[in-house]
């Protein structure tokens, strides 16, 4: 059988000499799904774009050869590589947010490809955008076609985005980290219906990602690259049951899907009163008046959670289940429309932004996005040291100490201490931002989703390092996750949202192994890498 | 040395903090080593000197008039030739450029107070206050720029310096919408709101994170609204609203080569050609700048 993908010995370099892709071969038969893994780095988006001839500028394809559908691409002109985008191969890109036109309705998105691919506009175009937005698995598609992109939830774009990828009829789909953005259980069903789509129609698919555990579910065969080379590949079955290399091994361990779950944190009777209480919490948000429509969002119902000092709460729930709101409610950015919040038997809950400053150091944030939480223009130094001299605490000789102390608590080099957030990694720039959340020495931290934006072997670091800080420091955490994989070996406690109201509530322990509630079930099943986990059993 | 120390496997010093000197050459260095930039600093750096000390460039007296030589092609003496009454072209240039210099540098400066002032406080404070200054800046942005000059240095009298300011009120709404922007864009960020975490009040918030972030835009806009100036203030000295004579100014030298253009075309051509230049290095340098920051 004749390859339709065949990537000969290739090697990608970028003009600064740096070899993002090195002597790699791969073939994809017509039909199957092939998944490459790797870090971020390791070259898996240049090996994609090589393949969709989408190279920037500055990359040129140093050896090797690379062959679609029997055509040689390897220094293809433009105007063939376009013949072949679209209608032999489609690209369901990453980010559903930012890769929709804004100003252009769905319908002529779709109409775009369709006419592209068919080399004219032609009068059915209509008829197929709706056919295809049903394909797809969108409700109300002749509604949908009218609307914009900012109209549809991330979900329904990245279904739009699969949709535009169809429209071509092509044989080959390239998916780039295609849900890696969305909540897992929106992830689980789109992915879902992207295999289903593709084996009815026997496209190939060639899904790229940093999760081996959604590698291993999908994919007939998975590869695993890194730094530009091919390290392991075979059957999903063989790479979990026998992996080869050191490296795969890594990955596997540091999937939360596949890490030996360790006995769940035995949750110690609360001797101390709680540190952080929050009694019957709502919040609603007033809309602007549009008529027939609520005037009112009900963010959060009726929420109490008790943080006890040393242990781990974590609330759990898709994007708009109210989780964020809770969280700002705690640290008093937002005040609560109704109920109480305590900190330390002291009511807070009225308290203005200067009355609640001095409580500031007892109680920290750590965000959700790494590369933003830093002011781009502060050094390392700078930005741990901030809290330190906006409250005036320590100065000259002092300060420098206190930074050398804290870099080393989060395991990074001193010298760090002099650069720039754009000099660093994800994950180091939320070892950062850590640091600086340590600098008052407080007794809470609450974190957002502080490893959702990073890869998983760098979020199995961090989460480490946020274990080993509360095993030697005492302090407390409020985690808050859309992913139950990384909860699991994390918390004491878990707290179960689904629009702003509490589904489920009670130890680790009982949730995964006693969950009441459907939601819940549906949670943990989405989990990626149970499919293979079970293939594999 | 640093190769031996670490052969004798010396623990290395602690980690200090660079000085600022450090942070500074390490942030110059790599944009000098642009040709281009190089040489548009240069430039500007000639007509500042120019305006600060010009009798170090020139050893001619601009006022001293010498009819035998008027309107003397350029010659190895008179390096741009002489004018109308035998004064040399490139003296009067070069003691020009301390009322034109000044004149932009007073523009810039109040565009810049003015709009950012405008910028942060509308940006910051937001709902009515916000409302109210937009629409203001709207009524000034609906007027070219030149006739809201005009007739503002009707209303305050000629000369120099109210020429500045017309041409400083004239650019300030674009100064105060851009900050607008960035102080909005930058206010959201997660950094910001991490440092208010931290303990941070307000006023340093804004002085420390958004003041310096959301500078960038508004620094290369005074760069280049610097020669926008200079060109409007030739433009209104052109027009007789400038120094008046026998002052020099790169715009009244430009307007008096008019009656000569064809018989001795460098009386407007050199000095022209000179403000040309000047304005260029400006905007190559805004341009550089807008680049690093991307």
């Given at each position: ?537 | ?6 052969n004798l496997g010396l623990t290395p010093p602690l980690w200090q903090r660079r000085t600022r000197r450090q942070r500074v050459t390490a942030a110059v260095m790599p944009l000098l080593r642009r040709p281009g930039f190089s040489l548009a600093v240069l430039i500007v750096l000639f007509s500042l000197l ?207 080569g008019r009656h000569f253009l064809i018989t001795a075309p460098w009386v407007s051509l050199l000095p022209g050609l000179f403000l040309v230049a000047v304005v260029f290095s400006l905007n190559h340098i805004a341009r550089t700048f807008e680049e690093v920051q991307r």
């Open positions: 059988m004749n390859a339709l993908v065949d990537v000969r010995q290739l090697s990608v370099s970028y003009r600064h000499g740096n070899l993002a892709v090195n002597q790699l071969s791969l073939t994809i038969a017509q039909g199957e799904t092939l998944a490459i893994v790797g870090e971020s780095g390791s070259g898996k988006s240049t090996l994609a774009n090589a393949i969709l001839g989408l190279l920037p500028g500055s990359a040129t394809i140093s050896a090797g050869e690379l062959w679609v559908d029997g055509n040689n691409l390897t220094h293809a002109r433009e105007r063939q590589r376009r013949g072949l985008r679209g209608r032999t191969i489609g690209l369901v890109p990453q980010d559903p947010m930012v890769s929709l036109n804004p100003t252009l309705r769905i319908g002529q998105q779709i109409a775009e490809a369709l006419i592209l691919a068919k080399g004219k506009r032609y009068p059915g175009v209509d008829a197929d955008i709706v056919e295809l937005l049903q394909q797809v698995g969108i409700a109300k598609p002749v509604l949908r076609a009218r609307q914009y992109p900012h109209e549809l939830s991330g979900g329904m774009r990245q279904r739009v985005l699969i949709a535009i990828a169809l429209a071509g009829n092509p044989r080959l789909i390239i998916a780039d980290e295609p849900t890696s953005a969305l909540d897992v259980t929106v992830q689980r069903k789109i992915l879902n219906h992207l295999q289903r789509l593709v084996s009815e129609r026997a496209i190939s698919l060639l899904i790229i990602t940093h999760d081996l555990g959604v590698a291993l579910d999908r994919a007939d065969r998975v590869l695993v690259m890194q730094q530009g080379q091919v390290v392991e590949q075979g059957a999903p079955r063989q790479i979990l049951g026998a992996p080869q290399h050191d490296y795969t091994r890594a990955l596997i361990a540091a999937a939360p899907a596949f890490a030996t779950r360790r006995q769940p944190l035995a949750r110690p009777a609360p001797t101390q009163p709680p540190i952080l209480q929050l009694q019957n919490v709502g919040k609603t948000f007033a809309l602007p008046k549009v008529k027939g429509e609520d005037a009112t969002f009900v963010a959060l119902e009726d929420l109490s959670l008790q943080v006890y000092p040393g242990q781990t709460l974590a609330i759990v729930g898709e994007s708009g289940s109210g989780k964020s709101t809770a969280l700002r409610i705690a640290l008093g950015l937002e005040k609560p429309s109704r109920g109480r919040v305590w900190f330390e038997q002291q009511d807070v809950t009225d308290l203005s932004w200067r009355d609640f400053r001095p409580l500031r150091q007892r109680l920290q944030l750590v965000q959700q996005n790494p590369f933003a939480a830093l002011d781009p223009r502060f050094t390392v130094f700078d930005s741990i040291v901030e809290p330190l001299v906006s409250f005036g605490l320590l100065k000259g000789p002092a300060l420098e100490q206190a930074a050398r102390e804290l870099i080393s608590r989060v395991h990074l080099p001193v010298s760090f201490l002099d650069r720039l957030p754009r000099e660093l990694s994800g994950g180091q720039c939320q070892r950062v931002a850590i640091a600086r959340a340590l600098a008052l020495k407080p007794d809470l931290l609450l974190l957002d989703e502080p490893v959702s934006a990073l890869d998983v072997s760098v979020q199995a670091h961090i989460l480490e390092l946020l274990q080993e800080l509360q095993r030697d420091m005492g302090i407390a955490y409020v985690l808050v996750s859309h992913d139950l994989s990384v909860v699991a070996n994390f918390a004491h406690e878990v707290l179960v949202l689904r629009n702003g109201r509490v589904v489920e509530q009670g130890s680790v322990e009982r949730i995964f192994s006693r969950p009441t509630s459907d939601y819940t079930r549906e949670l943990i099943g989405a989990i990626p890498g149970q499919h293979a986990i079970a293939s594999a059993a | 040395m640093t190769f031996l120390e670490q120019a305006a600060v000390a010009p009798q170090w460039l020139t050893s001619f007296d601009p006022y001293a008039t010498a009819p035998a030589v008027k309107l003397t092609a350029p010659n190895l003496t008179h390096w741009f030739g002489t004018d109308e009454l035998g004064r040399d072209l490139y003296t009067r240039m070069v003691y020009g450029s301390s009322l034109s210099v000044l004149a932009a540098f007073l523009a810039v400066g109040i565009a810049l107070l003015g709009g950012l002032g405008l910028g942060i406080l509308s940006g910051f404070a937001g709902g009515r206050i916000d409302a109210v200054i937009m629409r203001i800046v709207d009524v000034l942005l609906a007027l070219p720029g030149l006739l809201l000059a005009l007739a503002i240095v009707t209303a305050i009298g000629f000369g120099t310096v109210p020429v500045a300011i017309a041409v400083g009120v004239g650019i300030i709404p674009g100064f105060a919408r851009t900050t607008r922007a960035e102080v909005l864009r930058v206010k959201t960020l997660p950094y910001v709101e991490a440092a208010r975490l931290g303990g941070a009040s307000w006023g340093r918030t804004l002085l420390r994170h958004i003041l310096p972030n959301a500078w960038g835009p508004v620094a290369v806009l005074a760069t280049l609204d610097f020669g926008a100036a200079i060109l409007a203030t030739a433009g209104l000295s052109f027009l007789g609203f400038g120094a008046a004579p026998p002052a020099a100014e790169w715009g009244t030298l430009i307007a008096n």
